[in-house]
């Protein structure tokens, strides 16, 4: 009986069906050279990224939500070895949360600490983002990472461009991105009182709408009740929109550009990661890589043979039916 189960070619398959399957479960990997990464995400916490302009599972979200699902979502398609820090942008300077961990081993805690990123973190009310992007690369320049800076660009108050900052002497020490965050119609920044509940939208009067800071960049004969040392900016009334936000793209593509950093806009997960993930900033490394997959496509296959009436050989049958067909073909 057991000599008739030798002979059937179904018995054969389905045995080398199993031994694949239980390859599977034995996690088998294969040493292959693999692009690896090296990435410190830098998020703005600051009160504009609030605003809700992007979309997810039909309901609109913050610009803060859709960047920590972004970061989350990527977190699962960098390969093995590579690395992830975080830190955190408000006022004019960034704070590290960790610097770079091995983005596999340490995934749990990654994606644990940018689920938590809230804008309650924030340390100062002002946007500086020019000084943030500069002191970002000054506080990274000895670490070997890529600075991955996401923000929408709004600086707030606005930025005076007689004291714009100077990019020179960190140009080309820090290789990274500045993806930006937000679209581009101007949509309410939401206003919470001080439980941190939801109060509201900000309205004219509750933000500058100029920079006080410093001289005027205007000529003071231009300057509508100027007065050197009580009003140097003038003695109006700034108006404008700053109690709108919109992501700032060609500010941010500027500052993207003497800082010597490549720029992105941020709109899904594939787009995010196939920005990031340039040879530019790669290193090639041999990695263990896991090749079940090929263990469970052979069983699929076998299976297949097996059940779909497919015979890899056609003397594999029982008793002599494989000695009559090869007669019948007269091969023998």
Not at 78 to 83: A, F, I, R, V, W
Not at 292 to 307: D, E, I
Request: charge should be neutral; aromatic fraction near 10%; glycine fraction near 8%.
């Amino acid at each position: 009986m057991f000599s008739n189960y030798l002979k059937n070619y179904r018995f054969w398959l389905l045995s080398l069906a199993l031994i694949a399957m239980l390859m599977v479960f034995v996690r088998p990997t294969q040493n292959q050279p693999r692009p690896i990464y090296n990435y410190t995400f830098i998020i703005d916490i600051t009160r504009s990224m609030n605003a809700a302009d992007y979309q997810l599972d039909g309901q609109a979200v913050s610009r803060l939500a859709y960047v920590k699902h972004s970061l989350r979502g990527l977190l699962a398609k960098l390969p093995c070895q590579s690395k992830v820090g975080l830190g955190l942008f408000t006022e004019r300077r960034s704070t590290l949360l960790f610097e770079p961990i091995e983005v596999c081993q340490g995934f749990n805690d990654i994606d644990a600490a940018l689920a938590n990123v809230d804008w309650r973190m924030a340390w100062a009310a002002d946007s500086r983002i020019a000084s943030g992007l500069l002191n970002t690369l000054q506080m990274l320049e000895k670490l070997d990472t890529h600075v991955v800076f996401i923000t929408d660009g709004q600086e707030a108050p606005p930025v005076n461009p007689r004291y714009r900052s100077d990019f020179a002497a960190v140009k080309g020490k820090v290789q990274g991105m500045v993806i930006g965050a937000g679209g581009l119609q101007a949509v309410p920044i939401p206003k919470f009182n001080h439980k941190g509940e939801p109060d509201g939208f900000y309205r004219p009067n509750d933000v500058p709408h100029r920079s006080t800071f410093g001289e005027a960049d205007l000529n003071p004969e231009k300057i509508q009740g100027y007065n050197a040392r009580n009003a140097p900016f003038g003695s109006e009334a700034a108006v404008g929109s700053e109690h709108l936000s919109a992501l700032q793209e060609g500010y941010l593509q500027a500052l993207s550009t003497e800082a010597g950093l490549h720029y992105h806009r941020m709109t899904d997960v594939e787009a995010l990661a196939t920005a990031l993930q340039i040879p530019e900033f790669a290193v090639q490394k041999t990695t263990a890589v896991d090749v079940r997959w090929q263990a469970a496509l052979a069983a699929l296959l076998l299976v297949a043979c097996v059940y779909g009436g497919l015979r890899p050989f056609p003397s594999w049958s029982l008793g002599t039916g494989g000695n009559n067909y090869l007669q019948n073909r007269k091969i023998l």
